[in-house]
């Protein structure tokens, strides 16, 4: 948790006897009958705010064991059933709902007003041994049985995600007005993207954003990031403008093509809205370039970009032509040598389990030297499904070259 202090204004000297130099002396038993008053003031106080404390605390303990007993969770979530295994349908925000009349908002407050309650916050539990939190932007609602049934919140996969690729076992998402929801599924994760879909199934009434056309920025547009950033400061504000259009970076080796904005984004934005004037959604806020120094330089998934995987996963549960090998690589390190190796930890049957066996070890993909889980996943960010990858393995003491089949990752 983060630090802070009030921002209030030194007090003045009270009661100091020289403050004032045409202040009058008091006589020795004026100063001893108020020291004698004082201390009586000061005794009261102090058995009167342990009276107070004793009646706290009974009443804290009292209402912990009610709500052990009583099964209350401090989670006030409005879940009904879970969805069906049928695709849900997608209704997103009308056309009227965030554009104002002749275009552009006059003011960053009229675009605030107008979006504010579409970023949410989201807390994430990892079997209850860690936690996280970001943001999202509620995109939209979706019926079951053609019944109104819930809504979708698009964020990050990295925010409901471990660096091991595990889902969190927990996710509440926490809207503008307090509420929080469970979420009761998750449509799909598309960790090439960095893209996840969640629902949440509730009768209540949400405001969703209306995606915007990315292709129409230009350099030096004004642009709005709503979020939470450290965690708790939801619906934090900042602005700025684009600063690049198609900025290519890397992040834990998979390959970005990304907005560019030097709006403020700190730990916890990611998932949250970047929107243009028009209050229409533009970015997905997903990285900052974090260094000592180094400000005003934060990431956006381009909308376009980020619409296009979110169609795919509301509708498949997947984002359509991403690669995958069928297999599971971990990385061993040679204490000798101080260098680290990627292995074939498992292999999927019926993928690339022809010419791949359990402990290869790949020097090489593509010409490109693999040492490292984010090495892996560089060269394979980089294929598309149908490809073919040339790798040099190492087979106990063999050297071997062979070729890896590129697939489409269908979950």
Same mark, same amino acid.
Not at 136 to 161: C, E, R
Not at 173 to 202: F, H, P
Not at 231 to 245: C, P, T
């Given at each position: 948790?983060?630090?802070?202090?009030?921002? @209030?204004?030194?007090? @003045?000297?009270?009661?100091? @006897?020289?403050?004032?130099? +045409?202040?009058?002396?008091?006589?020795?038993? %004026?100063?001893?009958?108020?020291?004698?008053?004082?201390?009586?003031?000061?005794?009261?106080?102090?058995?009167?705010?342990?009276?107070?404390?004793?009646?706290?605390?009974? #009443?804290?303990?009292?209402?912990?064991?009610?709500?052990?007993? =009583?099964?209350?969770?401090?989670?006030?979530?409005?879940?009904?059933?879970?969805?069906?295994? $049928?695709?849900?349908?997608?209704?997103?925000?009308?056309? %009227?709902?965030?554009?104002p009349q002749g275009g552009e908002f006059e003011s960053i407050s009229e675009v605030v007003y107008s979006v504010k309650d579409s970023v949410v916050e989201i807390k994430t539990t990892f079997n209850s041994k860690s936690a996280s939190a970001g943001s999202?932007?509620?995109?939209?609602?979706?019926?079951? +049985?053609?019944?109104?049934?819930?809504?979708?919140?698009?964020?990050?996969?990295?925010?409901? $995600?471990?660096?091991?690729?595990? #889902?969190? =076992?927990?996710?509440?998402?926490?809207?503008? +007005?307090?509420? %929080?929801?469970?979420?009761?599924?998750?449509?799909?994760?598309? =960790?090439?993207?960095?893209?996840?879909?969640?629902?949440?199934?509730?009768? +209540?009434?949400?405001?969703?954003?209306?995606?915007?056309? =990315?292709?129409?920025?230009?350099?030096? $547009?004004?642009?709005?990031?709503?979020?939470?950033?450290?965690?708790?400061?939801?619906?934090?504000?900042?602005?700025?403008?684009?600063?690049?259009?198609?900025?290519?970076? %890397?992040?834990?080796?998979?390959?970005?093509?990304?907005? $560019?904005?030097?709006?403020a984004i700190n730990a916890g934005n990611s998932g949250g809205g970047l929107f243009n004037m028009k209050g229409e959604l533009i970015g997905i806020v997903n990285a900052k370039s974090a260094g000592l120094g180094i400000e005003g330089i934060g990431f956006a998934i381009p909308s376009n970009d980020a619409k296009a995987i979110v169609e795919d996963i509301i509708e498949f549960g997947y984002a359509k032509g991403r690669p995958f090998l069928g297999i599971t690589v971990s990385t061993i390190s040679d204490t000798l040598s101080l260098n680290s190796y990627v292995y074939v930890h498992d292999l999927t049957k019926g993928y690339n389990d022809n010419n791949l066996q359990v402990q290869d070890i790949i020097l090489s993909m593509n010409g490109v030297d693999v040492h490292t889980l984010n090495d892996f996943r560089a060269v394979l960010s980089k294929t598309k499904p149908g490809d073919t990858i040339s790798a040099e393995i190492k087979r106990g003491n063999e050297y071997i070259t062979v070729n890896i089949a590129v697939y489409e990752k269908l979950s």
């Open positions: 948790m983060a630090d802070y202090i009030y921002n @209030e204004f030194p007090n @003045e000297p009270e009661d100091n @006897e020289n403050f004032f130099d +045409d202040k009058p002396k008091r006589s020795a038993d %004026e100063i001893a009958h108020r020291r004698n008053n004082t201390l009586l003031i000061v005794v009261s106080a102090f058995f009167a705010t342990l009276l107070i404390l004793f009646v706290l605390l009974g #009443t804290i303990v009292i209402n912990k064991i009610d709500g052990k007993l =009583s099964g209350k969770s401090s989670v006030d979530s409005l879940i009904f059933s879970s969805p069906s295994e $049928q695709t849900p349908s997608f209704t997103p925000p009308s056309e %009227e709902a965030s554009t999202g932007v509620i995109i939209g609602s979706y019926k079951l +049985d053609g019944v109104n049934a819930g809504y979708y919140v698009v964020t990050n996969a990295h925010v409901i $995600q471990d660096d091991n690729g595990n #889902t969190s =076992s927990n996710i509440v998402i926490k809207t503008t +007005d307090g509420k %929080e929801y469970a979420v009761s599924s998750v449509r799909g994760i598309d =960790s090439y993207g960095d893209i996840a879909v969640l629902m949440i199934n509730t009768k +209540d009434s949400l405001t969703g954003a209306r995606f915007g056309n =990315s292709n129409s920025l230009v350099l030096g $547009q004004e642009v709005i990031a709503i979020g939470n950033p450290l965690g708790e400061l939801g619906g934090s504000i900042s602005n700025g403008i684009i600063s690049a259009l198609d900025r290519e970076i %890397e992040i834990d080796g998979n390959v970005y093509n990304l907005l $560019q904005t030097n709006a």
